[in-house]
């Protein structure tokens, strides 16, 4: 797949553990000259980085911020936010500090996270990273579905530890016009339909989600990390979502709701 010329910058940021190497599969089919699309490593989870365990949400805003400028991202060129899972933190953050450089967010088995948010409120004080668990502990918490043997090696040879502060981090928000920014959710581990029901429901994870103003959902049936188990599908929805024409006015319907095969 070839990005088109107008098609705007698209910045893509992993969860937990992972770097700028998780989209490769992604970026090949989505821009595999690279030209339109950056994929980042947060603070925290560079390998080489020796003050990566004391990287913060803060760190991490910045980073992205600074990948934004270096693109000549502005509220007149406006970029695209692909989240996955953990990255929903500083990614709600960004769209809390800058909503206008951010033309659509597209989450990715992942959502908004609610103010006051904090990801792991009883990790130990003596605790300064978080290691990826054993994959059967891992599979209890998140879906492994459509991963080979294979895949899972690269996922344990690659993966860093996740910086203890960031996972302490209360997320303050202060900025409703957050919710305004034109957002996608590709639902891979968990229906769409659930999603929405929880959302409609209060429930903590997906309550920000039912404050939205203008919602595309798509469902992408796989496991939690569709970068690796369904990579062109993917490719094909950020793609989409990246071109789609910015909504005038409030749409809360479910119209949008698709499903990838």
């Known amino acids: 797949m070839n990005t088109q010329n ?4 698209i910045v893509l940021i992993a969860g937990h553990w992972l770097g700028a190497w998780a989209w490769d599969d992604v970026i090949d089919h989505l821009d595999p000259d690279r030209s339109r699309t950056v994929a980042i490593t947060l603070p925290g989870l560079d390998g080489a980085d020796p003050d990566r365990s004391s990287r913060t949400l803060d760190d991490q805003v910045a980073a992205i911020t600074e990948v934004l ?3 000549d991202v502005s509220a ?9 899972s953990g990255a929903n933190a500083p990614v709600t953050l960004l769209l809390d500090r800058h909503p206008e450089l951010v033309r659509r967010v597209v989450w990715v088995d992942s959502g908004p996270v609610a103010p006051g948010t904090v990801f792991a409120p009883d990790l130990p004080d003596d605790v300064d990273e978080l290691p990826l668990p054993g994959f059967d502990l891992l599979a209890q918490q998140a879906s ?3 991963l080979s043997a294979e895949v899972l090696d690269r996922f344990r040879a690659r993966a860093v530890p996740e910086p203890a ?3 302490r981090q209360a997320v303050e928000l202060t900025n409703d016009a957050r919710a305004a920014v034109p957002t996608t959710l590709v639902c891979c581990s968990i229906p769409s339909a659930q999603v929405l029901d929880l959302a409609r429901g209060g429930h903590p994870m997906f309550a920000e989600v039912a404050g939205l103003e203008t919602v595309e959902v798509v469902d992408l049936p796989t ?3 569709p970068m690796w188990s369904r990579a062109g599908e993917l490719a094909e929805v950020i793609h989409s979502a990246a071109l789609s024409p910015r909504p005038q006015g409030r749409d809360r319907s479910d119209a949008g709701t698709r499903r990838v095969a």
Request: hydrophobic share 40%; aromatic share 4%.
């Open 6 to 9: 107008d098609t705007p910058t």
């Open 69 to 71: 400028a270096r693109r």
């Open 76 to 84: 007149d060129h406006p970029a695209v936010i692909v989240a996955h």
């Open 144 to 146: 492994l579905d459509g």
């Open 165 to 167: 502060p960031v996972l």
């Open 223 to 225: 496991g939690h990390w």
